[in-house]
């Protein structure tokens, strides 16, 4: 059974930083993720790594978002600076398991950035 819990978020000033933690357990994972979610818009990647650690990152977070992994713990985490307003979301871990290629999520953690 395949569990995702999530810490972090909060609410953090312009230029400030915050950090973001998704645990997994239950199987093992190729691709690990985070997603957000302004309210009333889609769900868009934010970045992604692979068990070998490629990443990939959206253009509007490059150069101020890093997606470090652990596959050891099979956690991954989403390290935010130079946040800005428009970071503003509920942010969703998303795991593929590496043979079956199930996707999971996790219970979203809200990010506010505001002064």
């Known amino acids: 059974q395949v569990q995702l819990v999530e810490s972090g978020g909060g609410l953090v000033q312009p230029g400030g930083s915050l950090n973001l933690s998704c645990a997994a357990s239950?199987?093992?994972?190729?691709?690990m993720g985070w997603y957000l979610q302004a309210p009333g818009n889609r769900r868009d990647l934010v970045a992604t790594?692979?068990?070998?650690?490629?990443?990939n990152y959206a253009d509007s977070v490059k150069g101020r978002f890093t997606i470090p992994r652990d596959n050891a713990k099979n956690t991954v985490y989403l390290r935010m600076n130079s946040l800005k307003p428009e970071d503003t979301a509920v942010y969703y871990c998303?795991?593929?398991?590496?043979?079956?290629?199930?996707?999971?999520w996790g219970q979203g953690a809200q990010v506010t950035v505001s002064s």
């Open positions: 790594i692979t068990r070998d650690g490629s990443t």
């Open positions: 239950g199987s093992i994972f190729n691709v």
């Open positions: 998303r795991v593929r398991t590496e043979y079956t290629s199930k996707i999971y």
